[in-house]
């Protein structure tokens, strides 16, 4: 039988009255078989990075405003792992009245199969990973290097930023309430790209070389800005435009409120 394995290393506390802000780090290494990981954090970053290692690093900083310094202890890492179907659950949650946030990094192998990643008020950000991706925030920005086939993200009020260098048969799917949603398209080999929005600005900056067909929907006039799509139509608020003769990118966008810029 394969257990998990946790160090604890406590490597920093501050708990005076006088200090504004006290703070708790954690790290804790996972060196069992994990297929995927899933992190949730009430209030607080999450940090995730692909490296070459075969284990998985997860690091916590507790910080709290409060000058009750034992409301740091209410501050909770809980983490489980799976043997059945191999899958790590990390969750970070704070009681509503404590002032305080959870910062999570974690490291984990670049090729992990799948991640889940729900945040309901922190930023997150992603790098170096080749497996499937599937975002849920509320409110913060989100930003990152996606290298997968698959890429899934629902945000209510949150910025998005992200460089897409994807595999082929790769599909992405953007909903984004009422964050400005930007992708900077670098390579793109038979990609799918599906982005939704109700009044958050949407940009796509697509790398020269790549051909593409668009398919656009917004309600607002003029709703477009292009420099780049040619045998450009209008039609009713639905917009379609072509940019060479290969299929290697298919963008579909619906934005009700909104602009979008292709570049």
Not at 200 to 213: A, D, Q, R, T
Not at 214 to 238: D, E, M
Request: charged residues 20%.
């Amino acid at each position: 039988m394969r257990y998990i394995i946790l160090f604890f290393i406590l490597l920093a506390s501050s708990c005076t009255f006088n200090h504004p802000k006290i703070s708790d780090i954690e790290k804790f290494r996972v060196r069992n078989p994990v297929s995927s990981v899933n992190i949730y954090n009430s209030d607080g970053d999450i940090d995730i990075e692909g490296w070459n290692e075969d284990f998985i690093e997860i690091t916590s900083e507790k910080i709290i405003k409060s000058r009750i310094s034992q409301d740091i202890l209410l501050l909770k890492i809980n983490i489980i792992y799976e043997k059945n179907t191999r899958g790590l659950f990390i969750t970070a949650k704070k009681p509503k009245r404590v002032d305080g946030i959870i910062k999570l990094k974690v490291k984990m192998p670049a090729g992990l199969r799948r991640t889940n990643i729900s945040s309901n008020n922190g930023n997150i950000k992603f790098n170096g990973c080749y497996g499937n991706m599937f975002i849920k925030n509320n409110t913060g920005n989100i930003n990152g290097d996606h290298y997968g086939n698959l890429l899934n993200i629902v945000s209510e009020f949150s910025n998005i930023d992200l460089n897409l260098k994807n595999g082929a048969f790769s599909d992405i799917m953007i909903v984004n309430y009422s964050g400005n949603t930007t992708l900077n398209l670098l390579e793109a080999n038979k990609t799918y790209l599906d982005i939704k929005s109700l009044d958050g600005i949407i940009n796509l900056f697509v790398s020269k070389g790549i051909e593409y067909k668009a398919f656009l929907k917004t309600n607002i006039v003029p709703g477009v800005s292009s420099n780049l799509l040619k045998n450009y139509k209008n039609t009713k608020n639905y917009y379609s435009a072509k940019n060479g003769n290969k299929d290697n990118l298919v963008i579909l966008v619906n934005s009700s409120k909104a602009l979008i810029n292709i570049k």
